[in-house]
């Protein structure tokens, strides 16, 4: 494996302390125990508010409190023995609990994603799979970006030809009618796919030539990283 | 393993049809049958089709990581979609790339028995998946998962509840033989598919 770093002086963390940081929240959600599950959030939303506070814009959708909202109603019906509330609705207090820790892991985790993940471009992801020599990954990521809203329209043309010959209708033929369909959408696919070669050769593009410049390590990087190991060794003990 | 430039295009190209199918119909599934709801159906229906994708991919990449790169491009779309990162379905399209890389390798040489073990392997990671994130989102622990697997089960097979172990045993055995025909289906839809393109070669159809 090779990775090619370069230093930069630069207060502010970058790629790495990003992915530093998103592998810290992962390993400190699976073995945290729940009593400490608080801590986890409250040091992701610091993070997210100092380097990232886009991130937090996802406490404001009104999907994400439902879903955790049905989330703890799910765990206090469905946990334990019902113990809490009136009569005719009746909630279970080990269940709410348990409730509490999935919204406390789950909230870590989405907020860490878009906290870690969000901020690195597509250039910048594919930059870090060459530099860890995982060579054409990035090429091929790259490709895959650029050519999925073409793949789409692949896929809807495909679609309203078949649907306009009645290769949808719902009766026994319709698992045979698909089979056209995949078919079609492959095909065509794997044709756009044969231009996107012929422009990538008339570039002299090579897989095996190293693109692109190195991912600086910057003084950021580096703070945060010795951050997140005392914390992890803080929160484990 | 090298891959040549069409080989990572077309790596590309299945990688982002599989990650395309996750962002739109696996998010649509989602959210008809949440994941503490369903232990079942999701998981399987994705997972069959991940896999008819990227194994029709592996036909014309016949490259040992082929399939792995593709799903690691699926899970990194899935991840930059707009519905947001979300784990499930990440750690789910990783292993089944993993686990169809080790029955492409199993078995050596492409033919459909090597599809069809590669793809009763990946949907089988399914049953297992949700053992796995149950215990690292919400820290629950393996017996709960199974019994509400089994309950969950027995009202779909219309068995008795009390059989957990066996009702266990036929949801593990039908994602294996969803995931079998899924890779079966995708040798026969690849071996049309290079037909399909030799017959455009042969028309002179490619060089427009």
């Given amino acids: 494996m090779i990775v ?234 | 393993m090298k891959f040549s430039t069409r080989d990572l295009v077309y790596i590309a190209i299945f990688g982002a049809l599989w990650g395309l199918l996750e962002i739109t119909i696996g998010s649509y599934l989602h959210v008809l049958f949440p994941p503490l709801a369903d232990t079942f159906l999701v998981g399987v229906i994705m997972g069959s089709l991940g896999i008819l994708t990227s194994l029709v991919g592996r036909r014309f990449v016949p490259k040992a990581g082929a399939v792995l790169m593709m799903a690691v491009i699926a899970m990194l779309l899935k991840a930059l979609s707009l519905g947001g990162v979300t784990l499930g379905p990440m750690l789910a399209i990783l292993m089944e790339g993993l686990l169809m890389e080790l029955g492409l390798l199993a078995w050596r040489g492409q033919s459909p028995w090597s599809f069809a073990l590669a793809g009763a392997l990946a949907v089988s990671w399914n049953f297992f998946h949700k053992f796995v994130m149950m215990r690292l989102l919400y820290g629950t622990a393996i017996v709960e998962v199974a019994l509400k697997m089994a309950k969950d089960g027995a009202k779909m097979l219309g068995m008795d509840p009390s059989a957990v172990a066996l009702i266990l045993g036929v949801l593990f055995v039908v994602r294996f033989i969803v995931g079998a025909l899924a890779g079966w289906a995708a040798w026969s839809i690849g071996l049309a598919v290079a037909g399909r393109r030799a017959q455009r070669f042969e028309t002179g159809d490619m060089a427009q």
């Fill in chain 1, 4 to 237: 090619a770093v370069e230093r930069r002086r630069d207060p502010r963390p970058d790629t790495w302390g990003y992915l530093a940081f998103l592998i810290w929240t992962l390993v400190l959600v699976a073995v945290l125990p729940p009593a400490r599950l608080g801590w986890l959030l409250g040091s992701v939303l610091v993070f997210a508010g100092i380097w990232r506070h886009q991130a937090l814009l996802i406490l404001l959708r009104r999907r994400t409190w439902f879903t955790l909202a049905l989330l703890l109603l799910l765990s206090g019906l469905t946990l334990g023995p019902r113990d809490l509330g009136p009569t005719w609705f009746r909630l279970s207090r080990e269940g709410l609990w348990a409730g509490l820790g999935m919204i406390l892991r789950g909230l870590s985790i989405l907020l860490a994603f878009s906290a870690s993940i969000g901020a690195l471009s597509v250039a910048r992801l594919s930059a870090v799979f060459e530099r860890l020599g995982l060579k054409g990954l990035g090429f091929a990521f790259g490709v895959a970006v650029n050519l999925s809203v073409s793949l789409q329209d692949i896929i809807l043309v495909t679609y309203h030809t078949l649907r306009q010959r009645g290769a949808f209708r719902l009766n026994r033929r319709l698992f045979h009618n698909l089979r056209p369909f995949l078919l079609g959408i492959f095909a065509n696919a794997l044709r756009h796919g044969d231009e996107v070669v012929l422009a990538a050769s008339a570039r002299a593009f090579d897989p095996e030539r190293p693109a692109g410049s190195p991912i600086p390590l910057t003084t950021g990087d580096i703070a945060l990283i010795i951050l997140l190991l005392a914390a992890l060794v803080l929160l484990l003990t």
